[in-house]
């Protein structure tokens, strides 16, 4: 079993919806948690941390669920720049950080 | 504002050929990684360096070797290129305490034919 798992895609959505990503890792002793977009042919740059919480920025909304081992990503409104892999990253504790990433959810808003 | 900083972007090799990526960050971290993403496989983790002096085998190290030249930089080196390390490389830093954040170069396309 992969330590992250998440459901590739692609998902085709129009401009203004509401789309949700999920996330579930199998590593109970994961100690943090992010989203990290990932445009065509580009590297991975941070979408917003993940908090036990539950966080907002904007349209996008993260949440946590520790008992599950499992993340959630809302995008709200979506927009065609939205467009990209959303992948989920969960990091091991250890010496020093060891991320670990998903393989990715690949989303495409359409006008 | 440069961040991470790698070369060469793009490299085409024969195979057994050796070469090696070079990776740099200016942001003071601790901590270094190398990636390799493949098609429908995510990025894995080749080798790490949690900080100066260290270094460790991540996900899948074979065929490669790593430097810790500095604090600032960390070399991925091919030493006999084979066609099935065709990938695309990251390199990325992030300080060494829990709940910090990765930052990424803009990656190496390399083609071993």
């Known amino acids: 079993r992969k330590e992250v798992e998440q459901d590739p895609g692609p998902f085709n959505v129009p401009e203004g919806a509401t789309v949700a990503f999920n996330c579930t890792y199998s590593?109970?002793?994961?100690?943090?948690f992010f989203w990290y977009r990932q445009d065509c042919r580009k590297e991975p740059k941070l979408l917003m941390s993940?908090?036990?919480s539950g966080n907002e920025d904007g349209r996008f909304t993260a949440q946590l669920n520790r008992a599950s081992q499992y993340i959630s990503l809302l995008i709200r409104d979506s927009k065609l720049s939205d467009s990209a892999t959303y992948l989920c990253?969960?990091?091991?504790?250890?010496?020093?950080?060891?991320?670990?990433f998903g393989p990715g959810t690949r989303l495409s808003v359409l006008p | 504002n440069a961040g991470v900083t790698q070369t060469p972007k793009f490299q085409v090799l024969k195979t057994g050929q050796s070469m090696t990526l070079q990776c740099a960050q200016d942001?003071?971290?601790?901590?270094m990684y190398w990636y390799r993403q493949d098609p429908g496989m995510g990025l894995r983790l080749i080798y790490y360096?949690?900080?100066?002096?260290?270094?460790d085998k991540g996900e899948v190290p074979n065929g490669y070797n790593v430097s810790r030249l500095n604090k600032r930089e960390f070399s991925l080196r091919l030493e006999s290129a084979a066609p099935s390390q065709t990938s695309v490389y990251f390199c990325?830093?992030?300080?060494?305490?829990?709940?910090?954040?990765?930052?990424f170069g803009q990656g190496t396309r390399l083609t071993v034919v």
């Open positions: 990325a830093s992030s300080e060494i305490e829990m709940n910090t954040v990765a930052f």
């Open positions: 590593n109970s002793a994961s100690q943090s």
């Open positions: 993940v908090y036990s």
């Open positions: 990253v969960v990091t091991i504790k250890g010496y020093g950080q060891n991320f670990v």
């Open positions: 942001m003071n971290h601790n901590s």
């Open positions: 360096s949690a900080s100066e002096g260290t270094t």
